[in-house]
């Protein structure tokens, strides 16, 4: 069964207030005023120091270290961490709140629903000012041609501080066999795609020699050289394999300061991937030689073992930018403006948006950084808690509460708003009435068939699976399984659409999942193929909940959708992700495919909006033309 409702009257579901989950300060004196395009933020935000004034260009002060976060951008490169354009405003709109100094939002040429995001982006977050005139750099990339740089400034042109990021590669290896060009033909194409972004009116413009870590010292000289004359303001050196040993690194970012013609007056940045582990060490070893910008990405997403972790380029900075970094510029007295105490609450947003959760030992913001098993350990944390921490878990908005259970309150199907609130805020979530209310609906349904109460992990849980309901178009209302060793797995679904009717189907497959998926399939009218499934419990026991998350690519057909990638170009189908909780496998199954086909839809939906207002301007135009010509428009003489 396939039901068909034109996309306009599904778009009007779509595009109201965002109801998109929101995990933000858990104090509310944090949170800034905020209005739309022309914002006043009356409060500025605490343990955010203040920064020297913005020149694209330098850097006033030599010891400020400007944060370039690329989450929405080489973060979203990830297999499977593809988001939305509502998910991309609310973290744009958080990593505005944890202060970074660029956001570079997207690649704009990538597809229409990308350049839409970016400009949406720099339309809205661009212009949000803060009292002390804090407001971010919006960044677009593109490769080193006309067409994409173009596509990359109508994006961005919108913000107050609008930059173009324009690269090409410079290693031999990249030159030979993916551009097959000559050294000469690279230095031409960079220095015209440099001059034709500052003749658009970017005064702003980023050069990246991509793969810089296994160039040429001498050719990095002189191509660097040359893009200064022609324009560039910030010379951003990668690491793009993840090759470079940090003391490598570092002589590399140091041999450039003083061999690249005009580098006083650029400011240097370091983008290092993580393919070795050392992708952090790098980009300090950097600053240590005097990069003054560093791009990162929360959690360390991005192509293939990720980027620089933002949080701990941030922390390590914080603990030890004044005594460890001396030998660049300035004092060596390193920092940035970065509030830390965003920093759990954006690091939770990202993990649930994109579907990558953090593993349990990552630095800074992973589920174990601050939880202490042994009992030697145990016994210094109660005496003395630096006896085994460097930081405290409330200096990046995470809060431990007592024993690790807020008040000592037990949270069971007796509790009520308050006190589910109260340890959502203590966890890192501020979510509105409506989300909130959402969140603690699930949370009741779920305490009536939990013993025992549920625990910090259950109720994560929970607000992860409301996460996946962002401008949901279908809804899961029923799941009868029937299954045995010799028998047919038949799955009963009912589903509830977007004009309020349910739908009910029953469907045969290998397995109950399958079958479920089988009749959500057929009651949707979609093809998809499941790249990914896993199932985890969240606690110990029988009735622990259980988490899906699983990950979806179109198979052709009306909800064909495909991406490019910045690097390689290569052009391949977009990918989705879901996530969903129960008691149930079965339905937390159901509940994370529907998130996930939901998300594709939606996806769909915007996209065909896009088209059918464009073609309606182009038949308008069409129109008008031929008026002029049967008129008797003289064109030639």
Not at 127 to 150: F, T, W
Not at 357 to 372: L, S
Request: some cysteine; hydrophobic content about 35%.
């Amino acid at each position: 069964m396939k039901l068909l409702i034109k996309s306009s009257v599904l778009l009007s579901l779509l595009l109201s207030p965002t109801n998109a989950f929101t995990p933000g300060t858990f104090l509310p004196r944090q949170k800034p005023h905020r209005q739309l395009i022309t914002p006043l933020f009356t409060t500025t935000p605490p343990s955010r120091k203040p920064r020297p004034p913005y020149i694209p260009n330098t850097i006033p002060d030599p010891d400020y270290v400007r944060i370039f976060d690329t989450t929405l951008r080489d973060g979203e490169q990830s297999p499977g961490a593809t988001l939305t354009s509502s998910e991309k405003l609310e973290i744009a709109r958080m990593l505005s709140k944890l202060g970074v100094d660029i956001i570079e939002a997207g690649f704009p040429i990538a597809s229409p629903d990308d350049f839409a995001a970016v400009k949406q982006i720099a339309d809205v977050v661009g212009n949000e000012v803060y009292e002390d005139g804090y407001v971010p750099v919006i960044c677009g990339l593109s490769r080193a041609n006309e067409k994409d740089i173009e596509r990359a400034w109508e994006a961005v042109k919108g913000a107050q501080r609008p930059r173009v990021h324009t690269f090409i590669a410079t290693s031999a290896i990249h030159m030979e066999t993916k551009l097959k060009k000559s050294p000469d033909e690279v230095v031409e194409i960079a220095v015209r795609a440099v001059k034709f972004a500052r003749g658009l009116g970017c005064e702003d413009v980023e050069f990246s020699p991509e793969d810089a870590g296994r160039s040429d010292p001498e050719f990095l000289y002189r191509i660097l050289s040359e893009v200064i004359k022609a324009g560039a303001t910030t010379l951003n050196i990668p690491d793009t394999t993840g090759w470079n040993m940090p003391w490598e690194f570092g002589d590399l970012i140091k041999s450039l300061r003083e061999n690249v013609e005009g580098g006083d007056n650029v400011v240097f940045s370091t983008h290092c991937q993580n393919d070795l582990g050392l992708a952090t060490a790098n980009s300090l070893a950097g600053a240590k030689n005097g990069a003054r910008q560093l791009e990162c990405t929360i959690n360390g997403i991005g192509e293939r073992a990720g980027n620089a972790s933002l949080e701990e380029i941030v922390m390590s900075l914080a603990l030890k930018g004044g005594t460890h970094f001396k030998g660049g510029p300035g004092s060596g007295k390193l920092y940035t403006s970065i509030n830390p105490v965003h920093i759990t609450p954006t690091s939770k947003m990202v993990s649930e948006y994109t579907g990558m959760i953090c593993q349990p030992h990552k630095a800074i913001v992973g589920a174990n950084a601050f939880q202490h098993e042994s009992g030697i350990h145990q016994d210094g944390m109660i005496k003395n808690k630096e006896t085994y921490e460097i930081m405290t878990p409330e200096s990046i908005g995470l809060m431990r509460g007592d024993s690790q259970s807020g008040a000592g309150i037990v949270l069971g199907k007796h509790s009520g708003r308050n006190a589910v609130s109260t340890r959502l805020k203590e966890l890192g979530y501020d979510l509105d009435e409506e989300k909130f209310t959402a969140v603690f609906t699930r949370f009741k349904e779920v305490a009536e068939k939990k013993k025992g109460g549920l625990e910090d992990d259950d109720l994560e849980a929970l607000v992860l699976d409301q996460s996946g309901n962002i401008n949901y178009l279908w809804e899961v209302v029923g799941v009868q399984c029937v299954t045995s060793m010799n028998g047919i797995p038949t799955a009963t679904v009912t589903m509830k659409g977007p004009d309020g009717v349910e739908r009910y189907v029953a469907a045969t497959g290998t397995g109950p999942v399958d079958a479920v998926y089988k009749a959500i399939d057929q009651i949707i009218g979609v093809t998809v193929v499941l790249e990914n499934y896993s199932l985890q419990s969240v606690t110990e026991g029988i009735e622990a909940l259980a988490t899906t998350r699983v990950t979806i690519a179109a198979q052709g057909g009306s909800t064909s959708s495909t991406a490019m990638n910045a690097q390689s170009g290569l052009v391949s189908e977009r990918r989705f992700t879901g996530s969903g909780s129960d008691n149930d496998v079965v339905v937390s199954s159901a509940r994370a495919y529907t998130s996930a086909l939901n998300k594709l839809l939606s996806w769909r939906l915007r996209r065909e909006a896009k088209d059918e207002d464009e073609n309606s301007k182009n038949a308008r135009k069409g129109a008008g033309d031929a008026i002029l010509a049967g008129e008797g428009v003289v064109t030639e003489v």
